[in-house]
């Protein structure tokens, strides 16, 4: 075999040189770099010189793998190899249009099967044999419920010219008032769905505009887009968005977009990924989730329709008592709506918390109520209460309510909160409540809600020729302010207003049973030693004079 010449040997060589050559430039720089860090704050490096250290620090430990930018690589690939692959890309990109047009996007993720739990856990069978009633059947108002309203977020920010929408303080400069707006809050009532964004249709024109076999809107539907809290626009790290798209770990629905009409096709995948060309707001479909993520409480919703009486339960996880729900609903009714929440007793004094702020160690009360009860953290109240001054002066009430604990609770829920400190600010993230825990909640609402009513006279004088005498219920909660905002004592029953103390009460239920057993006591005391242990079963009542025969 012929020796190789140098000429064959200089493209080598040359490499080789050139390797050298770029070690003892890399091994001069980390010699500088390591002068200067014994001698200056690495902390203080700017961002590029900390990225030219590293690459410096991974080309010296793996000089076989990084290459100077100078040497050329080149690779041969066979055809046949490139034919296959454009062979499978094509048949990839047919099977993705061929299920993209058929599978409706709404049957892919956890929202249905989010649906059905929570359909078999609230809503009983209509009387028509349906799972849910249609949200048009809705007609609360014919009972003397109030007007239903189901809040739920859409992503559509932009107007009609693609801007996003001004702030209120660019209103005011442009010498306009600042109005309510939903920001993204998409409503489902009886009468109309929409936004101030997409605008309004009547509910039951909007319910024939749902396409396909397994997408309906009716309560249970509503209800579920309202809670449906996991969803990948909703996360602000973009990272963990695209983690759960591609696990599919979303919930809510597509739903037809109420400025378009009517859909002319079903919610399918192909049909969505070409409407991203298109502005939001002129998109056929809409991506409705978790009304939360807009305002948490719905008290904005209320508020922009001036409710006179507005009764807000928040029951949201918050176990420090931190009411941020509660001050972002607030800063968003005064910034969009010129709503100021006061004191009852003044129209310039800040409402304020304090019935609901957790106790400190350092109450003299708390102590009796640990050494009672082993509770913990305590509140005055589970409620306050605050004067709503609307834009045109009127006035209206807010009884705001947040589970609590006072430390007159029963002992079932002072036990329960021993072997589960967390309760009643358990979090979302338990999705799997057990028998104990459901009744404990329960019960605790009970008592809140009896709290709170106990401060009304008896219900028929709640009843006018409305439904509801809105006028007549503030009055009664205002003027109970001070007794509901402090519970550290049970409230005593108001009494009754047709009852006569000259007149002794039957007695109840549950005192006839008393007088039985006190019977039954006496007749047993009576009696010499223990029948059972004496070998006779003839007992005679005290009541009948007669005895009951020995059973054979």
């Known amino acids: 075999m012929p020796k190789p010449s140098a000429a064959d ?8 040189d050139r390797k050298q050559a770029a070690l003892k430039k890399r091994i001069a720089l980390l010699q500088t770099y390591e002068q200067e860090a014994a001698t ?14 590293n690459v410096l620090l991974l080309e010296n430990r793996y000089s076989n793998i990084f290459q100077p930018r100078s040497v050329v690589q080149r690779r041969t690939v066979i055809g046949h190899d490139q034919v ?26 956890m929202h249905r099967y989010y649906r059905t739990r929570l359909v078999k856990a609230f809503i009983v069978p209509h009387r028509n044999k349906v799972e849910s009633p249609a949200l048009s059947e809705m007609n609360t108002t014919d009972f003397g419920a109030p007007y239903h309203l189901l809040s739920a977020s859409t992503g559509l920010l932009l107007d009609s010219a693609g801007n996003e929408h001004v702030s209120a303080g660019q209103s005011f400069a442009a010498g306009q008032e600042p109005e309510f707006r939903s920001v993204d809050s998409f409503l489902f009532s009886q ?38 809290a996991v969803s990948p626009g909703q996360v602000s790290n973009r990272l963990v968005a695209v983690l759960m798209l591609a696990m599919n770990l979303r919930l809510g629905q597509w739903i037809p977009n109420p400025s378009r009409g009517a859909p002319r096709t079903r919610p399918n995948v192909l049909a969505l990924l070409l409407s991203l060309r298109r502005r939001a707001r002129d998109r056929q479909y809409c991506f409705v989730t978790d009304g939360g993520n807009s305002e948490n409480l719905g008290l904005v919703q209320l508020l922009r329709r001036r409710c006179r009486l507005i009764i807000q339960i928040d029951a949201g996880y918050d176990p420090s008592h931190e009411f941020a729900d509660l001050g972002r609903a607030i800063r968003t009714a ?26 400190h160690e350092s109450e003299a009360w708390l102590s009796e109520v640990k050494a009672a009860a082993n509770l913990g953290r305590c509140c005055n109240s589970h409620f306050f209460l605050a004067k709503i001054i609307y834009r045109d002066q009127t006035e209206g009430l807010l009884v705001y309510v947040k589970p609590s604990f006072t430390g007159t609770e029963s002992a079932d829920l002072q036990q329960y909160r021993r072997e589960h400190p967390e309760f009643p600010h358990q979090p979302t993230s338990d999705q799997f409540y057990d028998r104990d825990q459901v ?36 009055q009664w909660f205002t003027e109970s302010a001070d007794r509901l905002q402090n519970l550290r004592t049970p409230i005593t029953p108001e009494p009754s207003i047709t009852a006569d103390p000259t007149v002794p009460e039957p007695p109840t239920a549950a005192e006839k049973a008393s007088q039985v057993m006190t019977q039954l006591v006496a007749a047993s005391q009576s009696l010499q030693g223990n029948p059972w242990h004496q070998g006779t079963d003839d007992i005679t009542p005290p009541d009948t004079g007669t005895s009951r025969p020995k059973p054979k």
């Not at 099977?95 to 993209?100: A, D, E, L, T």
């Not at 936004?195 to 249970?220: C, F, H, K």
């Not at 005064?334 to 609901?356: M, Y």
Request: net charge negative.
């Open 84 to 109: 296959a692959r454009f062979g499978w890309l094509a048949g990839a990109l047919l099977v993705f249009v061929f299920v993209g047009m058929w599978v409706d996007a709404n049957a892919t993720s």
């Open 40 to 53: 200056q704050n690495i902390a203080r490096w700017s961002p590029e010189k900390v990225f030219e250290l």
């Open 334 to 359: 005064r910034i969009h709506g010129g709503v100021r929440l006061v004191s009852l007793n003044s129209n310039t004094q800040d409402f304020s918390t304090a019935s609901l702020n957790l106790a």
């Open 439 to 474: 009744e404990s909640y329960r019960h605790l609402g009970y008592r809140i809600g009896a709290a709170l009513v106990s401060a009304l006279p008896p219900a028929r004088d709640l009843w006018t020729d409305k439904a509801i005498n809105t006028e007549t219920l503030c």
């Open 191 to 228: 009468c109309y769905c929409g936004s101030q964004l997409t605008g309004y249709v009547p509910t039951e024109q909007y319910e024939g505009w749902i396409r396909g076999d397994n997408n309906r809107m009716d309560l249970a539907e509503a209800t579920a887009i309202s809670g449906a």
């Open 9 to 16: 040997e200089s493209p080598s060589n040359a490499s080789q």
